[in-house]
């Protein structure tokens, strides 16, 4: 991976990579790294903070034109047009300019036929793109800007163990922490699956002490905290654990 001008983060097998990008070229240079990325086994992740001026309504289709005029908050539209434009650029074969329409696995997941498998999250002014060759790949990004008590909560989502694992530690702040990391965890877990909150959330667990877990339930998947320097937003991937590592580029 040195071609890609990486600094880089050894964690057991597996290794987590950070690429950059310049604004005037992001597009390009994106696409660059994640192609290298792909053609090594790793998966790629593009993190993008208030990026909403590179979302391109002209790349998609009607359908989804006449989805996005019916968001009523205008950062949320921007996030979605902003999201299929990365998919655009990143996933799509090089050189399709016409849009294309998303079809829909079995529990509705989208995805592009003939394309690698993605995966796309964002909240506030945050947005991520998760790709892979591998079936398997989840992300989730989470600013938390409408959390109340946290602890209404705990009941309906956590498994006894991590449940535990938050009530153990004495600080506050450690708590709130860990109860992101368990949210963030398992969304991606649950959107890698495909399935959604279809599952039971309480029969999941997460590990929450452990840095990379690799779980059996409800799927053999990696776990991966992806830290980002702003600690209001929790970040976790959750792919195959036969891939090598992740190469992550960060645009704020």
Request: proline share 4%.
């Amino acid at each position: 991976m040195s071609e890609l001008d990486t600094t880089q983060a050894s964690c057991a097998t597996f290794e987590v990579f950070a690429v950059n990008a310049a604004r005037t070229a992001l597009w390009r240079d994106a696409r660059q790294a994640c192609d290298k990325a792909l053609a090594q086994g790793f998966a790629f992740v593009a993190i993008l903070r208030e990026a909403g001026a590179f979302a391109d309504e002209e790349l998609l289709v009607d359908e989804d034109r006449q989805r996005a005029k019916r968001f009523r908050q205008t950062r949320d539209r921007d996030n979605f047009v902003l999201g299929r434009t990365m998919v655009h650029h990143l996933v799509r074969p090089k050189g399709v300019s016409e849009p294309s329409a998303f079809s829909l696995g079995r529990y509705g997941k989208p995805f592009l036929p003939g394309c690698p498998t993605y995966n796309l999250s964002h909240s506030d002014h945050w947005v991520a793109c998760a790709i892979s060759q591998s079936e398997q790949i989840g992300i989730d990004v989470e600013t938390f800007e409408h959390l109340q008590d946290y602890r209404d909560l705990l009941a309906t989502i956590t498994h006894p163990v991590e449940r535990r694992n938050i009530d153990q530690e004495m600080a506050p702040e450690k708590q709130l922490a860990l109860f992101k990391r368990c949210w963030t965890r398992k969304e991606a877990v649950l959107k890698a699956t495909g399935k959604g909150l279809s599952d039971d959330l309480c029969a999941i667990d997460v590990r929450l002490t452990e840095s990379e877990p690799v779980l059996s339930y409800p799927a053999s998947l990696r776990l991966v905290d992806l830290l980002v320097d702003d600690d209001r937003v929790t970040i976790s991937l959750a792919l195959d654990p036969s891939v090598p590592g992740v190469v992550v580029m960060l645009v704020l």
